[in-house]
């Protein structure tokens, strides 16, 4: 049996699309799993927006996700260039291939003549206006500028399986004579993306479901160029919570991000990011969180469904925050450093404050950034206090209780947190106070937050001094 060959085509017109991360992911799973080549291209075409920056962001995307290629740009490979911009000859050569074929020919018509043609139809028909094949059967060949375009068969139909969506067929009559290939020899997507899956040896085309229509005048291109017609595997779209499509040109779309590298700014783990967006559209059974390995176990196709789901941001944050729970403190330790970084706290990974930090914030984190946010007051000379934190808890009242509370505290011998729990337990019940008596006001007085870890825990890790200089600053 081959082993697949199956490829990632972005274009480069801007960050890595949350959506095009899940193609790629599904891409490189079924590689992994079998033993096949993930081959990375770039569709390049779009000469207008693509940039070199969107090439290095989406490289650097890819990178971070772990969606490691076997084929493209840094990885070489028999097959290159890897940009299509780098291919125009080839695709020269095989535009020729059509037409003498017969499956292809050149059209001289001028965009002036095509909307002259689309502006005589009554104005509510002219959205629908398809080429009337004026140049198909032309035989002459001036020297005037022209364009390839793909010479359709007259009735039948393109029937195909798809391993996501079933049996397919397209009638050959609700298709038109595309372009191929525009005038200045750059292609269009159905050429290009052909041209190179071809040369490239590709096996499986996993896309989006917006591809659909693309396929049948796709596969009617291998079948000209007598190329095995390669399988199709069409994914279900990632909408946004309301339902509409998810675009890389609107920014911020409901409060998701759709940026890849906005959830690496943001403090997800990768495995996490992979996680959510594997279960849109795939599942095993009812499990819900996986390992990158147990993604390639697995995966499969039969296991893909066909209908489209709605971005859920509560979900994404429970299987991001279980993520980090499967980190051990050391790991997180180390990963939290760039986030506390960019608060202004310059922790030394040595800190011997660090990793218990960790240990108490975990368990209510579902990012680095929310992490980084809860440990703050740890690492500050003194914590930043929420004024109405302040004007609810310090008062009067609470006063005395903290000052006291601060020479129970003073006096704890080994400074850990059974040891403090239980002094102060007993200082309370000498008092017939309970806990709630001083909880908040002590919260407050330590963390500058009304919310915040267990009160002993928060103690244990500031430490005898500062806990104590704490207490008696909020007191006086």
């Avoid at 397209?170 to 750059?186: F, H, W």
């Avoid at 390995?293 to 941001?313: A, M, P, Q, S, T």
């Avoid at 003073?410 to 000498?430: R, T």
Wanted: net charge neutral; with cysteine; proline share 6%.
């Amino acid at each position: 049996m081959t082993r697949p060959r199956v490829r990632f085509a972005p274009s480069p017109t801007g960050y890595l699309h949350i959506g095009g991360a899940r193609t790629a992911l599904f891409n490189w799973l079924w590689a992994r799993k079998t033993g096949g080549t993930f081959i990375l291209r770039v569709e390049d075409t779009d000469q207008e927006r693509s940039t070199d920056e969107s090439v290095r962001v989406i490289f650097d995307s890819m990178r971070w996700l772990g969606l490691d290629w076997d084929e493209g740009p840094h990885a070489g490979g028999d097959c290159g260039p890897y940009f299509q911009m780098q291919r125009l000859d080839l695709y020269r050569e095989y535009a020729e291939k059509l037409i003498r074929a017969g499956a292809a020919y050149r059209c001289y018509c001028t965009r002036e003549e095509l909307e002259a043609q689309r502006n005589a139809l009554p104005e509510k028909k002219r959205a629908h206006w398809v080429y009337p094949g004026t140049c198909r059967e032309r035989r002459d060949e001036p020297d005037l500028p022209y364009v390839v375009r793909q010479k359709l068969p007259r009735g039948g139909a393109v029937a195909y399986t798809d391993l996501v969506c079933g049996a397919m067929s397209t009638p050959c009559d609700a298709m038109q004579d595309q372009v191929l290939m525009r005038s200045n020899g750059v292609p269009l997507y159905n050429f290009g993306a052909v041209v190179d899956d071809v040369t490239m040896g590709v096996t499986l085309v996993a896309r989006g479901k917006d591809h659909l229509i693309n396929t049948p005048p796709q596969i009617l291109l291998y079948r000209a160029l007598d190329a095995d017609v390669p399988q199709f595997a069409h994914l279900p779209m990632m909408l946004t919570p309301t339902g509409e499509k998810m675009s890389k040109r609107l920014g911020d779309q409901q409060g998701i991000d759709v940026p890849v590298g906005a959830y690496r700014e943001k403090g997800w783990l990768p495995d996490a990011v992979l996680n959510y967006i594997a279960r849109f559209g795939w599942s095993a059974g009812d499990q819900e969180i996986f390992s990158r390995e147990e993604l390639i176990e697995k995966f499969d196709w039969n296991h893909v469904g066909n209908h489209d789901g709605r971005y859920d941001k509560k979900k994404a944050l429970w299987v991001s925050a279980e993520h980090l729970r499967k980190r051990t403190d050391d790991e997180l330790a180390a990963m939290v450093l760039p986030f506390l970084a960019k608060r202004g706290l310059t922790v030394d990974a040595a800190d011997a404050r660090l990793v218990p930090a960790v240990h108490t914030v975990k368990p209510r984190a579902s990012t680095l950034v929310e992490m980084a946010d809860a440990m703050d007051y740890y690492f500050r000379d003194e914590p930043v206090v929420d004024a109405k934190a302040a004007e609810k808890f310090l008062t009067a009242d609470a006063k005395p209780k903290l000052a006291a509370l601060a020479d129970v505290v003073a006096a704890v011998e080994p400074f850990a947190e059974a040891e403090i729990h239980n002094a102060v337990e007993a200082w309370l019940a000498s008092q017939s106070l309970e806990i709630k008596h001083v909880a908040q006001p002590a919260r407050v007085a330590l963390t500058g937050r009304s919310a915040s870890p267990g009160l002993y825990e928060v103690m244990a890790v500031l430490g005898r001094d500062v806990t104590v200089a704490r207490l008696r600053k909020a007191s006086a």
